[in-house]
T-cell receptor, first 115, second 112 residues
Framework: NAGVTQTPKFQVLKTGQSMTLQCAQD?????MSWYRQDPGMGLRLIHY???????DQGEVPNGYNVSRSTTEDFPLRLLSAAPSQTSVYFC??????????????FGQGTRLTVV | GDSVTQMEGPVTLSEEAFLTINCTYT??????LFWYVQYPGEGLQLLLK?????DKGSNKGFEATYRKETTSFHLEKGSVQVSDSAVYFC???????????FGTGTSLTVIP
């Protein structure tokens, strides 16, 4: 099993450009999420989804859109890139159980630079 | 609100030294607690977890005990190796919640 696959691994954008970060999982997990990782700030939740057709905002959603049309895919769209969005982005998936979320499985990350 | 606080880094140790990375949490109810490890250029991967008070999670020589009375989940290893050099994240999830809460990470470097 591949687990969680993110593409691309690296990307450079110019200010104002748009792009989509892809995330696919083959674990049949209901829950998927996007984080950004910045030095000294740990991981911050951007958006998450508890199933196909259901998405919600996390801590830092501004400037990003998501959709969940299938269980497997959860793309993250940057509408108009800004230098403040320079970061490493991680996609993760989990199962939902009575006791809450089980462990998160992470992709390898996308390193995005906006110039 | 829910949160996780872990000790500031970076931490530098000699090989075979004892490791402790402190983690405390704030959460309502009885959260599940996790330690994740991130090696350079990679995503996070689960190191160990505990789902109820007094549970001890262990893996690869690392241990952490869920202490409800002190709201802590400190990570320990008796003898670190160079290959343990990584960033370590403490995290929680609540039974009624829909997200993980991560600490800011602690960078560990082990020197030969």
């Amino acid at each position: 099993n591949a687990g969680v696959t993110q593409t691309p691994k690296f990307q450079v954008l110019k200010t104002g450009q748009s792009m989509t970060l892809q995330c696919a999982q083959d674990m049949n997990h209901e829950y998927m999420s996007w984080y950004r990782q910045d030095p000294g700030m740990g991981l911050r939740l951007i958006h998450y989804s508890v199933g196909a057709g259901i998405t919600d905002q996390g801590e830092v959603p501004n400037g990003y859109n998501v959709s969940r049309s299938t269980t497997e895919d959860f793309p993250l769209r940057l509408l108009s890139a800004a230098p403040s969005q320079t970061s490493v982005y991680f996609c993760a998936c989990s199962s939902v159980r009575t006791g809450g979320l089980t462990e998160a499985f992470f992709g390898q990350g996308t390193r995005l630079t906006v110039v | 609100g829910d949160s996780v606080t872990q000790m500031e880094g970076p931490v530098t140790l000699s090989e075979e030294a004892f490791l402790t990375i402190n983690c405390t949490y704030t959460a309502t109810g009885y959260p599940s607690l996790f330690w994740y490890v991130q090696y350079p250029g990679e995503g996070l991967q689960l190191l160990l977890k505990a789902t109820k008070a007094d549970d001890k999670g262990s893996n690869k020589g690392f241990e952490a005990t869920y202490r409800k009375e002190t709201t802590s989940f400190h990570l320990e290893k008796g003898s670190v190796q160079v290959s343990d050099s990584a960033v370590y994240f403490c995290a929680l999830s609540r039974p009624t919640g829909n997200q993980f809460y991560f600490g800011t990470g602690t960078s560990l470097t082990v020197i030969p």
